[in-house]
């Protein structure tokens, strides 16, 4: 079988399931499987990653943060069953939410130390966000985290 190309997270990963069919880059893998629900924070996706069904092979974008960026925020117990899945993964980090980084600095910090995913920082990408969360641009926004997945592939 394939490998698969998972997308998973909060409304900002069913916005990136929305345009995959038009985002050339990720043709390389076989499968692409969104699974996410609109505005849930980290610590909801510690047991539900397992809806995904990472394979070892299996590469996954992870879009999380935006919904915790009040707060602090522990992604160890989902990067741990990253981890042991097998998959290679970028966590896509928030962008700033209405202007401020929130959590973005701790999560980016403890995803980094983890060593499990690499870390995109969305905020340098400077998205267009309308409503000051959801961007205008989750083509460029895919484009930048599948290009994170190929480099720390190679």
Do not use: F
């Not at 990653?49 to 992604?75: E, F, H, Q």
């Not at 701790?106 to 130390?113: H, M, Q, R, S």
């Amino acid at each position: 079988m394939p490998p698969t190309l998972h997308i998973v997270g909060d409304s900002q990963a069913c916005g990136a399931g929305l345009i995959v069919r038009h985002v050339d880059e990720l043709k390389a893998w076989g499968n692409v499987k969104v699974t996410c629900k609109g505005g849930t924070r980290v610590n909801y996706w510690h047991d539900k990653i397992d809806t995904a069904n990472l394979k070892p092979g299996d590469s996954v974008l992870v879009y999380l943060g935006s919904n915790d960026w009040a707060g602090s925020v522990d992604p160890g117990p989902l990067l741990t069953k990253i981890k042991l899945s097998g998959a290679k993964c970028v966590w896509m980090g928030p962008p700033l939410i209405r202007g401020k980084a929130g959590a973005a600095p701790g999560l980016k910090a403890e995803v980094t130390a983890d060593g499990t995913c690499a870390y995109l920082d969305s905020r340098e990408l400077h998205l267009q966000q309308p409503d000051g969360v959801h961007t205008s641009e989750a083509a460029r926004w895919l484009r930048a985290g599948v290009a994170r997945l190929t480099h720390r592939g190679s």
